[in-house]
């Protein structure tokens, strides 16, 4: 062919300084450009091979070499893949489509980064020029009769191409560094970004510095492959050991056998897992396979708790695996990374969008050909295609969990106490999310027991059975007696609701526990951040249950049964507590209770409760941090020493030390005490000891 110079096809000057400057902050990307170039060209010989079309070498084997030369500062790419004719070079790398320089900036300004746009607008090859000063191809097509080409640019707009001297099929790319970027002309840097863009291509990937000093290794003669090339034969003898038989006569064992072996060139080792494990069907992956993969591609030793395969053709194809990792503590980072293919090309970390909000703990790959890359990240957010991504993973995980709690019920409790604050998030904001795990979120009790919803409510049924059954008598007769306007009452009720009590606090509550516990009762630990909102959603979505603090108030079961009017010791007790404590709004109660041990307990109803942590969450609150508002109340237990005391004695000297002494204690059930409080506690605490000293 007759060598030719020209100019590229574009109506603008300034495209180089562009791609050179203003796609410079990811300039390492032109690496998985040029190697995914290189795939793409193995790709579509090996597609002319199937079809009949060109027959491939019975040695052939598909590779980019990626190639160093730190001495004369250039970076090769080669493969041997489908190759260039002379027209083909003029038709995809000389000619740029663009209307100008200016039009161009402003229609993609909005764009994220230079990994979207290089791949969108055919800059693959262009994106050389992020760091070379000249660009070579040495190229020769597949086809039968196709002369060499050679091409070269040094960055303007005007190339060289003329008849090359290459005589294997395929292309290479030779990139002549500029002094900013002689960084990659060291073979760690780019082994370190072929590792992060390119460890799973569908083609190996060798990288090599040139003019190394050949390297070897020894292998066993029946390892040997065709292709290695020997160095050295090697006869290693067999190795015996001296060992003394039981009647004390000495033997030589063989402890290792005579072998051949070979000292060989080193094999080149490719950087791309060319069949990574997302690839392949679930049943064809063992365990350890998921937790080696997770362990390489994501450098965490901590075994994972559970993972989802996902394969999907239709009607969208995805392909990939999402960890659910081990989160050792409180402080450990609670946000994954995802890391996103296309077609086994390195795309992106974290696209956030693809992943629903309550799992983005998760870690993972996804390869999804079909996802819309080449859009500004705001428009992926509101892709419906995205949101139909999100949705699958949200119903794999709930598959998962949901099959692993019937299937494999030990496991899953095992894990339980990591996932379940995502798991009640992701109920709380994805509707479709709650439908299918609400029958699957458990509830451990005091005793460490793990109970669904419907367990807790049959455990509740039956303390309440005793109580149905007493009150069965009195019940008949008002229905015998009801008339129909009373029947048309009755339905228009809301549906009876069985209490399911609640901990937040094992050691703040245990004299509750204790209460409760002594009486055949059972309450669950709640003591997540998320389980306030939790179980309003679930009240909100159930209409058999309502959820209870343990010391929202004080049961029937633990107080006695007694014809004893307690109106009088109530009025002198709340008077005298409320002079004492000056909180005039004090709800004081005098029970007699089943414990003659606890002298005072002090409850705040459900509904305030919430409400205050509501205004908390919401920093709406001006009341005192350390109380209640006023809204709680102090239950005196008639039977205590202590409470017969005070009402005897009225307003001597030790009746104010011994009321806040009591309120104090009944309220370090409930929360610590503000540090002024327990100050005031430990002194007065002393100064009761030194009362009982005289």
Not at 46 to 54: A, I, N, Q
Not at 96 to 120: C, P, R, V, W
Not at 325 to 342: A, H, V
Not at 620 to 640: C, R, S, Y
Request: glycine share 4%; net charge negative.
């Amino acid at each position: 062919m007759a060598a030719k110079h020209g100019n590229l096809s574009i109506n603008s000057d300034n495209i180089f300084p562009i791609i050179k400057k203003w796609m410079y902050s990811d300039h390492d990307i032109f690496v998985r450009e040029l190697v995914s170039n290189g795939c793409d060209a193995i790709t579509k010989l090996e597609k002319l091979d199937g079809m009949g079309e060109y027959s491939l070498p019975e040695d052939y084997k598909p590779a980019v070499s990626v190639i160093v030369n730190p001495e004369e500062k250039t970076l090769k790419f080669i493969d041997n893949g489908i190759g260039m004719t002379a027209d083909e070079v003029e038709e995809y790398i000389t000619q740029i489509a663009f209307s100008g320089a200016t039009e161009f900036l402003e229609k993609y300004k909005d764009k994220t980064n230079a990994d979207q746009m290089i791949g969108h607008f055919g800059l693959g090859f262009y994106s050389a020029f992020m760091v070379a000063d000249n660009v070579h191809i040495d190229t020769l097509s597949y086809k039968e009769g196709a002369a060499p080409v050679h091409w070269e640019c040094d960055g303007s707009t005007e190339y060289d191409m003329s008849e090359g001297n290459k005589n294997t099929v395929g292309t290479e790319i030779t990139l002549f560094l500029n002094e900013d970027c002689l960084e990659f002309a060291n073979e760690y840097r780019v082994r370190e970004i072929i590792e992060k863009y390119c460890s799973f291509m569908p083609v190996e990937i060798f990288l090599s510095k040139a003019n190394a000093p050949q390297e070897y290794e020894t292998i066993d003669e029946s390892e040997l492959k065709d292709d290695d090339v020997v160095v050295e034969h090697i006869h290693e003898d067999a190795k015996y050991e001296e060992k003394e038989n039981e009647d004390g006569t000495k033997e030589q064992v063989e402890v290792s056998p005579a072998r051949d072996k070979v000292k060989i060139n080193k094999r080149p080792v490719s950087l791309s897992d060319i069949h990574p494990l997302w690839t392949k069907h679930p049943n064809e992956c063992s365990d350890e396979d998921y937790k080696e993969f997770y362990r390489k591609v994501f450098n965490d030793y901590r075994e994972p708790l559970f993972w989802i395969h996902l394969n999907m053709d239709y009607p969208f194809n995805l392909k990939g695996i999402l960890y659910f990792p081990r989160i050792n503590t409180e402080y450990d980072s609670i946000e994954g990374t995802i890391k996103l293919y296309n077609n086994q090309v390195f795309i992106a970390d974290n696209i956030k969008e693809v992943i629903p909000e309550y799992l983005m703990l998760l870690k993972g790959v996804i390869d999804c050909p079909d996802l819309p890359l080449n859009v500004s990240r705001s428009a992926l957010q509101n892709d419906g295609f995205v949101k139909k991504i999100s949705d699958y993973i949200s119903k794999k995980f709930a598959d998962k969990l949901s099959g692993m709690c019937k299937t494999d019920r030990e496991t899953y409790e095992k894990y339980w106490d990591d996932i379940n604050p995502f798991l009640k998030y992701g109920c709380i904001k994805d509707e479709k999310f709650s439908k299918k795990m609400m029958d699957y979120i458990l509830y451990k009790n005091v005793d460490g027991k793990y109970l669904t919803l419907e367990d807790c409510i049959k455990e509740n049924s039956k303390e309440e059975a005793v109580e149905e059954a007493a009150e069965q008598t009195v019940e008949e007769t008002k229905e015998a007696e009801t008339t129909d306007s009373d029947t048309e009452e009755s339905d228009s009720k809301e549906p009876e609701k069985t209490t399911i009590y609640y901990v937040t606090d094992e050691t703040q509550q245990s004299q509750y526990i204790n209460m409760f516990r002594s009486q055949g009762m059972d309450a669950v630990i709640l003591k997540h951040n998320i389980d306030s909102a939790f179980i309003s959603h679930v009240e909100r979505t159930n209409e058999k249950v309502k959820f209870q603090r343990i010391d929202a108030d004080l049961t029937d079961d633990m107080k006695e049964e007694s014809s004893e009017d307690l109106t009088e010791a109530t009025t002198t007790l709340t008077d005298l507590f409320r002079k004492v404590l000056d909180k005039k709004e004090l709800t004081v109660k005098v029970e007699n209770l089943k414990d003659e041990n606890i002298s005072a307990v002090v409850t705040l109803s459900e509904e305030n409760r919430r409400m205050q942590e509501m205004m908390r969450m919401y920093g709406m609150t001006g009341m005192d941090p350390d109380m209640f508002g006023g809204q709680e109340t102090l239950v005196l237990n008639a039977k205590h020493p202590l409470v017969k005391y005070i009402l005897e004695n009225g307003e001597n000297e030790n009746t104010p030390l011994f009321c806040e002494q009591l309120y104090d204690l009944a309220m370090i059930s409930h929360k610590p005490l503000s540090p002024e409080a327990m100050t005031k506690f430990v002194n007065r605490s002393n100064k009761i000891m030194m009362l009982l000293a005289k």
